[in-house]
């Protein structure tokens, strides 16, 4: 079989339906691709724990459908988990943080190229738990236009911490990415990823996660906002993720109601058998 004849011409068929783009390390993606991110923060306990939850999900993975799996684990597990996805074409490494300064002398920090060499794929920033934390806006700005400029897909995490009948988190989520991303040249927007996280919906139980006509809302806002920054074609490119209380039992109505291209999910994905059969879940 002629490889490269064969992958040009389902390339152009995929262009020719708007389905096809490429990111780094010649990896195939198209946008109907739904992205699963877990999220590990900061568990578990052992690297023998981190081991043996993602040999047993990457075991399980052939049975996955139209899905990539990118799996969030401490600084400390990055090596364990990408020992075990190297071959893989479903699950891919991701950081939870990156930091962007310059120079080497910055104690406690992991630089980019150090994610680089550990083989991670996609940087999360600005997850709510860093900015209540560390990161302000500035930081926030500097790690989504160092990761995504040194070539990750980078996950700019954004949300409200409450609602109120004035409809504030509009302006909240407007100001969190447009900060971010206003001075993003328009040659990265393929790289960048939003990922919708209410706080008021985050650790809390399933019944809890947001509504999906609530997403669907705020989805058609991000991408509204994100049209007028970079035009309707660029818009296209950008994935629009949502987190917060997301389990095998709720996933469903929040991704197809919800008119998300995927999530990011927390405690659920250390549960391995609901985290697997939400996985297989998703068509
Ligand atoms: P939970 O799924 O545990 O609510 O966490 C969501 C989250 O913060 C993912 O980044």
């Given at each position: 079989?002629?490889?490269?004849?064969?992958?040009?011409?389902?390339?152009?068929?995929?262009?020719?339906?708007?389905?096809?783009?490429?990111?780094?390390?010649?990896?195939?993606?198209?946008?109907?691709?739904?992205?699963?991110?877990?999220?590990?923060?900061?568990?578990?306990?052992?690297?023998?724990?981190?081991?043996?939850i993602v040999a047993?999900?990457?075991?399980?993975?052939?049975?996955?459908?139209?899905?990539?799996?990118?799996?969030?684990?401490?600084?400390?597990?990055?090596?364990?988990?990408?020992?075990?996805?190297?071959?893989?074409?479903?699950?891919?490494?991701?950081?939870?943080?990156?930091?962007?300064?310059?120079?080497?002398?910055?104690?406690?920090?992991?630089?980019?190229?150090?994610?680089?060499?550990?083989?991670?794929?996609?940087?999360?920033?600005?997850?709510?738990?860093?900015?209540?934390?560390?990161?302000?806006?500035?930081?926030?700005?500097?790690?989504?236009?160092?990761?995504?400029?040194?070539?990750?897909?980078?996950?700019?995490?954004?949300?409200?911490?409450?609602?109120?009948?004035?409809?504030?988190?509009?302006?909240?989520?407007?100001?969190?990415?447009?900060?971010?991303?206003?001075?993003?040249?328009?040659?990265?927007?393929?790289?960048?990823?939003?990922?919708?996280?209410?706080?008021?919906?985050?650790?809390?139980?399933?019944?809890?996660?947001?509504?999906?006509?609530?997403?669907?809302?705020?989805?058609i806002f991000i991408?509204?906002?994100?049209?007028?920054?970079?035009?309707?074609?660029?818009?296209?490119?950008?994935?629009?993720?949502?987190?917060?209380?997301?389990?095998?039992?709720?996933?469903?109505?929040?991704?197809?109601?919800?008119?998300?291209?995927?999530?990011?999910?927390?405690?659920?994905?250390?549960?391995?058998?609901?985290?697997?059969?939400?996985?297989?879940?998703?068509?």
């Amino acid at each position: 079989m002629n490889f490269s004849k064969n992958f040009l011409e389902i390339k152009a068929a995929l262009e020719k339906a708007g389905l096809f783009f490429i990111v780094h390390d010649d990896i195939i993606a198209c946008m109907s691709t739904k992205l699963i991110i877990a999220n590990w923060k900061m568990n578990p306990k052992s690297a023998k724990t981190a081991r043996e939850i993602v040999a047993s999900i990457n075991k399980q993975s052939k049975n996955f459908g139209d899905v990539r799996l990118i799996v969030c684990p401490p600084f400390i597990f990055l090596d364990e988990v990408s020992n075990i996805i190297s071959l893989s074409k479903k699950i891919f490494l991701g950081a939870q943080d990156v930091f962007v300064g310059q120079g080497v002398s910055h104690t406690g920090e992991i630089g980019i190229d150090q994610l680089k060499s550990a083989g991670v794929k996609y940087i999360l920033v600005g997850h709510s738990e860093r900015r209540a934390l560390f990161d302000n806006d500035e930081i926030v700005k500097a790690k989504m236009l160092g990761s995504i400029k040194s070539g990750f897909k980078t996950i700019l995490c954004v949300g409200e911490k409450e609602r109120n009948e004035h409809g504030d988190h509009y302006h909240e989520v407007k100001r969190q990415i447009e900060d971010a991303i206003m001075k993003l040249p328009k040659k990265f927007v393929g790289n960048l990823i939003i990922a919708y996280e209410p706080i008021w919906a985050i650790g809390r139980p399933e019944n809890e996660a947001i509504k999906p006509d609530q997403l669907r809302e705020i989805t058609i806002f991000i991408k509204r906002l994100l049209s007028d920054i970079f035009g309707a074609k660029e818009m296209e490119k950008v994935k629009i993720l949502y987190g917060g209380s997301v389990t095998k039992n709720n996933f469903k109505e929040i991704i197809e109601k919800g008119n998300v291209d995927g999530i990011l999910v927390g405690r659920e994905s250390l549960k391995v058998k609901n985290f697997v059969e939400l996985i297989e879940g998703i068509e």
